[in-house]
């Protein structure tokens, strides 16, 4: 009986200590189970924290205010600005001071200048701005000169584009008195009064180098020159005279008209042109005064004496 009753005890001992180990190993296995689910739950936790903070800086650096990012922007334009701007007036300037240096070097250069002048003594007119340059023709004491342009040297330059000395012109009408050559007799009263004579003076020029000059009055020896196109203020040329025709080579003359009237013909046998010889009074100049003619030319040609026929 009492082995009986000791049995029971044990094999209750042993299944009371059966149900303990089996409770307590579930106890564990929970408790495991939720300590899994709470590390699982805090890294969940942590990792939504940094990306709250993350998102947190990167709203932050997205809101900046504009002027704070574009600040070093526009400061780097206005260094550049500040920069590159004062070269611009001196860059002015100095092409200013080179232009002005280029002149100042270069004496020869010419001013555009419009204007009309005499000669004051009979003077070289000459191909370029130097006494080195070529003499083209001579130009008598009283010749009108017309001047399209003038250089720091002292030279005006010509409307044929050559040039003449400043400091041998003038600006005002030089009398001058042509001289007679021995081929001829001097002008008599009537032709300083300003008429053609009717009766010229029998002299070998009257032969007019075996010409047939009958039926024509002889004027005497006239102080030859010449001109060109008439320059304007705008840069253009004129060929139109002072009776309305247009300039010819080899017809037009201009002359005195208190001593050849508009319209006279007359006659040069030793033609300087090499034409004809017969050439009309269709223009007038300042400085073509008494016996001088003044021949229309496309060129240039030297100055000469001539003997003169008036066409009846």
């Known amino acids: 009986m009492g082995v009986s009753i000791a049995a029971v005890v044990v094999l209750s001992v042993l299944v009371f200590a059966g149900v303990y180990t089996l409770l307590d190993s579930k106890a564990r296995e929970d408790r495991a189970r939720r300590n899994a689910q709470a590390s699982v739950l805090l890294d969940a936790v942590e990792s939504s924290s940094a990306a709250a903070e993350t998102s947190e800086t990167v709203s932050e650096t997205e809101t900046q205010p504009t002027e704070d990012l574009l600040a070093p922007s526009i400061a780097a334009e206005e260094t550049e600005v500040s920069e590159t701007s004062p070269d611009t007036e001196p860059a002015e300037e100095s092409q200013a001071e080179t232009a002005a240096e280029t002149t100042a070097a270069d004496p020869n250069a010419v001013e555009v200048y419009y204007a009309s002048v005499y000669a004051s003594s009979d003077i070289n007119l000459r191909s370029g701005p130097g006494t080195e340059y070529e003499i083209v023709r001579v130009i008598h004491v009283g010749e009108g000169i017309d001047v399209t342009g003038r250089t720091a040297s002292g030279w005006y330059r010509t409307y ?3 040039y003449v000395l400043i400091s041998l012109t003038t600006t005002e009408p030089v009398a001058t008195t042509a001289a007679p050559t021995s081929a001829t007799a001097a002008p008599t009263s009537a032709t300083t009064a300003g008429t053609v004579p009717t009766t010229p003076p029998m002299t070998e020029a009257n032969s007019a180098g075996g010409a047939d000059t009958s039926g024509m009055t002889y004027y005497g020896v006239c102080h030859i020159t010449f001109y060109g196109p008439q320059p304007r203020s705008d ?5 139109t005279t002072a009776t309305g025709t247009t300039c010819s080579e080899g017809r037009t003359v201009a002359a005195d008209w208190s001593i050849f009237p508009a319209g006279t013909t007359l006659y040069l046998p030793n ?10 009074v269709e223009d007038r100049g300042s400085g073509v005064r008494g016996s001088h003619l003044d021949l229309f030319a496309n060129g240039s040609h030297t100055v000469t004496d001539c003997d003169v026929y008036v066409v009846n």
């Open 160 to 162: 044929s584009g050559n």
């Open 235 to 239: 840069g253009t040329y004129s060929v």
């Open 271 to 280: 033609d300087p042109l090499g034409g004809d010889g017969y050439y009309t």
